[in-house]
Structure formats: structure tokens, C-alpha cells
Nanobody, 129 residues
């Protein structure tokens, strides 16, 4: 049973860094692409980044390009989201999930939350200005 768990969130000052982790209790996570999404208060959930099963394909939302980096460690069955140069507008709850229709690949267009499943509970990221 896939059950994703996000961790690594916290309170950080503007310009600071955090590394989020997305893990599963079993190695099953290694067989899937993983998407990171975020949802700020009063806003819709939006895609942030995605990494394919092989790690060869990645996606970044325009506002996080050159600041965020997604990676995966198969030995630890974990996907990471390194977030640098954080801004107040990055404040949100961050979630990871697995694509439903093409589980090994990231979408060629902006990933849509409705096309993902096995959501974790999320981890809060708060960036103070």
C-alpha cells in the first residue's frame, strides 16, 4: 500500500533554504514519478515540480525554476525538493503525489492535481519576510 509522507517543512526567513522529503514506508515509491504540489491559504493547489521514475525528466513551475531542485534517492526510496532563495510567496502546504495515468512519467504540460493520487498529508512551509 502506497502511503506517501512529506517532511522537512518549517519556518524560514526570506532567502533561506529548506529540503523537503517525500517517502514511503515500502520501496514502492521507486517505481513511480513523483510530483510536488503546494497550496497556499485561499488558493488552489498548484504544481511545483515533478521527477520521472528514472530521474531523467523533471518539471519546474516557472516561479521556482533556478531556485528549487528535485531529486530522488532510490536506496532510501525518497524524493527530495531542495528549495533555495525562498520567498514569502512560497509559503504554503507542500504535498507529494503519484501520477494516475502515466505513473512513471511527468506530464509534458503543467501537472494537474486531479491527475495525481496517493497524496500525503503535506508539510507546512512558512517564509517570513
Amino acid at each position: 500500500q502506497l502511503k506517501l509522507v512529506e517532511s522537512g517543512g518549517g519556518l524560514v526567513q526570506s532567502g533561506g533554504s529548506l529540503r523537503l522529503s517525500c517517502a514511503n514506508s515500502a520501496p514502492g515509491l521507486n517505481y513511480y514519478a513523483i510530483g510536488w504540489f503546494r497550496q497556499a491559504p485561499g488558493k488552489e493547489r498548484e504544481a511545483v515540480s515533478c521527477i520521472s521514475r528514472s530521474g531523467s525528466t523533471t518539471y519546474y513551475e516557472d516561479s521556482v525554476k533556478d531556485r528549487f531542485a528535485i531529486s530522488r534517492d532510490s536506496a532510501k526510496s525518497t524524493v527530495y525538493l531542495q528549495m533555495d532563495s525562498l520567498k514569502s510567496e512560497d509559503t504554503a502546504v507542500y504535498y507529494c503525489a503519484i501520477p494516475i495515468f502515466f505513473p512513471e512519467n511527468c506530464s509534458t504540460r503543467t501537472p494537474a492535481p486531479g491527475e495525481y493520487d496517493h497524496w500525503g498529508r503535506g508539510t507546512q512551509v512558512t517564509v517570513s519576510s
